[in-house]
Each structure stands twice: as C-alpha cells, then as structure tokens.
C-alpha cells in the first residue's frame, strides 16, 4: 500500500508540469480566407457564432487549467474550416429544397500559432470530423464544430500545441 502511494505521488510529481499549459494572456480568433469565401452556405452571423465559440472554448478550458494569466503570451486561432450539421439560415434561402431536418456529419479544422512572452513561436494545428452520421440526426447546426473546438481547448489546456 505504502509502495502504491509513493509511486502515486511520485507520477503526479512528474506528470504535473508536463501537463500544464503555457500562460496565455490573450486569445484572439479569425476565420480563414477559405472559409470566407464560403459567403453561399455561411454569412457574418454564422463566421461571429464559430469565433466567439473558438474563443469561448479555450478561454474557458485554459482558466480551468490556471493558464489564463495577464503576464502571459498571446494566441491566435485562425479556423480554416467549418462544416455544419445541418443547413445555416443563408443555405435554406439559396436551396428551397433543404429543411431544418435535413443533416450531416460536421467539424473543425484550426490553425494558428503561440507566442510566448519570451518570444518563442509556437504553431497550432488541430482538425476534428464527425464520421459517424447516426449522431447527426440529435445534433444543433454546428455541434461537430463546438466539439472539435471543445477538443482542442482541452489539447491546448494539456500544453499539447502541435498538429493533431
């Protein structure tokens, strides 16, 4: 028993600095030009929903983790890409066709880079795609998206910066 609580302690001393993220004073996030261009399917009302969303995210999962610090660096995200999970109001108006109801499978990709106070740059670079699409059928307009940003707060809360 002694002997299973040193190692306890001992992997929680290890592990514990691997495991925190690099202080982060400013979080700023952008849509990337190729998601502008999709003004047929998405319009400013859909780009504010996935920044703030973004932004939300790691904020939140950073100061849960004690890494949002004013002394700290800055962040910037770019999402490159966003699929919905259902139809967006602007692609209903263009597609008389398409319903509320109508579904898919959805996602995230998010680039972007860390720069620490000390100058260090540090690239980011996640993507996550739903690829089961008996979920989709539950799911809100961009709950894929929200998820992969979900998982990427947690990556970055983790200090895991590199591309997944």
Do not use: C
Not at 54 to 72: I, M, N, Q, T, W
């Amino acid at each position: 028993m002694k002997i299973s609580l040193v190692i306890l302690a001992l992997g929680a001393t290890i592990a514990g600095p691997a495991l925190s993220a690099p202080k982060v004073a400013t979080v700023r996030v952008s849509i990337g030009p190729d998601l502008a261009k999709k003004t047929q399917t998405l319009d400013a009302r859909e780009f504010d929903y996935l920044t703030r969303e973004l932004k939300r995210s790691v904020e939140k999962r950073l100061d849960r983790s004690g890494a949002l610090d004013p002394a700290g660096g800055e962040l910037d995200l770019v999402i490159e890409d966003a699929r919905p999970n259902r139809p967006t109001l602007r692609e209903m108006s263009a597609k008389p066709g398409l319903s509320y109801q109508s579904f898919g499978v959805g996602g995230a990709r998010v680039s972007g880079e860390y720069r620490a106070t000390s100058g260090a740059r540090t690239p980011v670079a996640y993507s996550w795609y739903e690829t089961d699409i008996r979920w989709a059928q539950y799911n809100g307009t961009w709950s894929d998206a929200d998820e992969a940003f979900d998982r990427l707060a947690v990556r970055l809360a983790k200090d895991e910066f590199g591309a997944h």
